[in-house]
């Protein structure tokens, strides 16, 4: 994980008593990385979503009118992918668009049309929430990848807070044992996979599958989602990190 943990957003993000003051921040850092629109949010229709949903978007009023309208939210190309996969995606990207039958890839260049060119999107999944994923869309200039990286962080913990805000409780949260707590410790450093390995004496393979056995305890599909939860939990400490 090597994206810049930007420490001044998470300590708005936790002491937000809305969801709206959590957009509000996360829209602000992500115009700042150079993204034009974005929808960190669940798979639901943006006009019409349930109670529990996690709605963070300011994509233009015109094509959420439509995307609801057209009921676009069961046949989405993106949120189809989003839910099959745990890596970021990118719109262009052949092996996205290649296997999308007719009527998916009409739903793309409607969106284009609207404003909503190429971009990419963070799957993001949890077993106490709707399905989920971060869209961003790039601005005119392009964003650099490694802007890119930092809006990942932004997206996981953003929507970690909208998602406890919308909780009606919390269940029992899971234990890490000591050497996973060491590992999601190293991530939240920017340590792989190999590094962790020679710092804790281990081979990368019992690594890597402590790490996967702390991603299973959380139900999550991803690191940074692994990351963020424990960080939230207390299970690991800021100054352990930062």
């Known amino acids: 994980m090597q994206a810049r943990i930007n420490w001044a957003f998470a300590e708005i993000c936790d002491s ?39 709605m963070m978007v300011d994509y233009p009023r015109a094509w959420l009118e439509r995307f609801s309208t057209k009921n676009y939210a069961r046949r989405d190309p993106v949120f189809k992918a989003a839910r099959q996969q745990t890596l970021p995606f990118q719109w262009s990207d052949r092996n996205f668009r290649g296997p999308l039958a007719a009527d998916q890839l009409r739903i793309l260049d409607e969106a ?8 990419f999107t963070i799957p993001l999944h949890a077993p106490d929430a709707l399905p989920a994923s971060c869209s961003l869309v790039f601005g005119p200039d392009g964003v650099d990848p490694l802007n890119a990286r930092n809006a990942h962080w932004y997206a996981v913990y953003a929507h970690e807070c909208a998602r406890r805000l919308r909780m009606a409780s919390i269940p029992a949260r899971p234990r890490l044992s000591p050497r996973e707590r060491q590992c ?59």
């Open 16 to 54: 937000a008593q809305t969801m709206n003051e959590v957009q509000e921040a996360f829209m602000r850092e992500i115009r700042a990385l150079g993204f034009s629109y974005s929808a960190c949010a669940s798979h639901v229709d943006p006009l019409r979503p349930p109670a529990e949903a996690v």
């Open 112 to 119: 284009a049309s609207l404003g909503l060119g190429d971009g």
């Open 184 to 242: 999601i410790e190293l991530m939240g450093q920017g340590k792989d996979d190999g590094a962790m390995a020679i710092i804790l004496g281990l081979s990368e393979h019992t690594v890597h599958n402590i790490v996967r056995r702390a991603m299973n305890r959380y139900g999550v599909g991803s690191r940074m989602q692994a990351f963020v939860r424990a960080l939230k939990d207390g299970q690991i400490r800021l100054e352990d990190v930062a």
